[in-house]
């Protein structure tokens, strides 16, 4: 046994050696090209950097956080630009995920997440379709707080589902059609289209938003991203726990939600300080977020503000803090594709692209939609070779925006159906978001059944973003 460990872990260390090797020889092939006709040197410098870490997100030969400290490491040695490299660990926008992330984990800390669930399994859940709209409403109401599907939905909401499925005779090995199954698919479709729905539901968002403003020169605010999506998230949301009911019904229909609740209620025990206060402070965010746009308070100002009570109250110690390792893990790299990204349009690279566009393509005479439903299904079609939400986006978006940009659309509905796509299009494999892993880990679905599920939602959901959300973001005036 310990041989074939031991056989197993060189295997495994030859093979993230030759992914290190491929995301350091891409970087030196770039660098050894002639620099493009009409580009800033610089330019082509950073983007060399930018694709080998890319490509570093993509292959993951180390975790995401040491390849890009290895790319800023590289920028500021052998081109002399470490402001450059560091330059958006001051930007609002790493912050707010950071704290986004240590928010959501005080939700798991109190015990306050599994508490709502259990009091929506209370109040509504007497049948498996209810408690199928139960989960969908547990993850909407969590995901301002927690810009993690992962951890959102597969540490908050995927227990406490699971362990309903088991205590209704429902395991993987044993009747996973009663209700596991059901629960199990659905809670995918929930987690990917709540993602969408605010700028502290996804930690892609503020990226994009990001982009957006760097190449097509607009900006949304988080009150203004929620009033745009909550009409066509929202419908997805109504639709599809029915459409995944009828598509692959479970054996159990009804079930006896007051025993369950209260058997929870028990384990949890009474409502703490420390979730009062933190539901109070929770509502108070999210009056701030909602308000922004009148009291000038940006959004990670108010997550900031969130979590420095959060730790002077006592809803959760700076030593847990510091140990909330994903947390910083993700700010780290996050901050850092940023500041690569900011490299890059900093040296015109994005200007010079969108002319290069210009000059070679001719969008004269062709209706914007069609262009913009052209771009949106570009942005479908990768999603399989993608097993990471945040990889696809810094590698195809940027580019999609410039087209975008060359094309003249309107830059709002343009990013808003980005992100759309970004989240749902992951439905269609197992594999396309971190959380897919978990759920479908668990045992209980077919991969055919997985995949053909989230094909036709994906489908549905998109569908709904272009024509009803369109059509709401023009009575928005967004466009």
Request: glycine fraction near 8%; proline fraction near 5%; charged fraction near 10%.
């Amino acid at each position: 046994m310990n041989t074939e460990v031991q056989v197993k872990a060189n295997s495994d260390s030859k093979v993230k050696m030759v992914k290190g090797l491929v995301c350091l020889l891409i970087p030196c092939f770039v660098l050894l090209c002639p620099v493009p006709s009409g580009l800033n040197p610089l330019a082509w410098k950073i983007l060399a950097v930018y694709l080998g870490a890319v490509f570093g997100i993509i292959l993951r030969p180390v975790p995401e956080a040491v390849v890009l400290i290895t790319a800023m490491g590289a920028v500021s040695v052998f081109f002399g630009q470490t402001k450059i490299a560091l330059e958006a660990f001051g930007e609002t926008t790493p912050w707010l995920v950071l704290t986004a992330f240590i928010i959501g984990q005080c939700f798991v800390e109190t015990g306050l997440g599994s508490r709502i669930a259990y009091f929506l399994i209370d109040k509504l859940g007497h049948s498996t379709l209810r408690l199928g709209y139960i989960s969908t409403v547990t993850d909407l109401i969590l995901s301002p707080a927690i810009p993690s599907n992962t951890a959102r939905t597969g540490g908050l909401v995927f227990p406490i589902f699971q362990s309903l499925s088991v205590t209704l005779g429902s395991k993987p090995d044993q009747n996973p059609r009663g209700i596991g199954a059901f629960l199990m698919t659905l809670m995918y479709q929930n987690s990917l289209i709540t993602g969408t729905m605010f700028i502290t539901a996804g930690a892609i968002m503020p990226m994009m938003i990001k982009l957006t403003n760097d190449i097509m020169h607009a900006d949304i605010s988080w009150m203004g991203w929620a009033t745009a999506m909550i009409v066509p998230g929202g419908l997805c949301l109504l639709i599809v726990p029915y459409m995944v009911y009828r598509l692959y019904p479970p054996d159990i229909e009804h079930v006896d939600n007051k025993k369950i609740a209260k058997e929870g209620y028990e384990k949890i025990g009474p409502m703490s300080r420390r979730e009062k206060i933190l539901a109070g402070l929770f509502v108070m965010a999210i009056i701030g977020w909602a308000t922004g746009s009148i009291t000038k308070i940006d959004s990670t100002a108010v997550a900031l503000a969130l979590l420095a009570m959060c730790i002077l109250t006592g809803v959760i110690s700076w030593n847990k803090v510091l140990e909330c390792k994903p947390a910083w893990s993700t700010f780290v790299w996050y901050a850092g594709i940023i500041s690569l990204a900011n490299g890059l349009n900093k040296t015109k690279f994005f200007v010079w692209l969108g002319k290069l566009f210009e000059q070679n393509l001719n969008f004269t005479g062709i209706d914007p939609i069609l262009v913009l439903a052209a771009l949106v299904i570009i942005t479908v079609l990768p999603r399989y070779l993608f097993a990471s939400t945040i990889a696809f986006v810094v590698t195809f978006i940027p580019v999609i925006f410039v087209l975008g940009a060359a094309a003249k659309l309107p830059p709002i509905p343009l990013l808003l159906l980005c992100a759309a796509s970004a989240q749902i299009a992951s439905l269609m494999t197992h594999y396309g978001n971190a959380v897919g892993t978990v759920l479908y880990g668990a045992g209980y679905v077919p991969q055919g059944t997985w995949w053909k599920i989230g094909h036709i939602v994906t489908l549905v959901g998109l569908t709904i973003y272009f024509v009803v959300g369109l059509t709401w973001w023009k009575i928005l005036g967004l466009w």
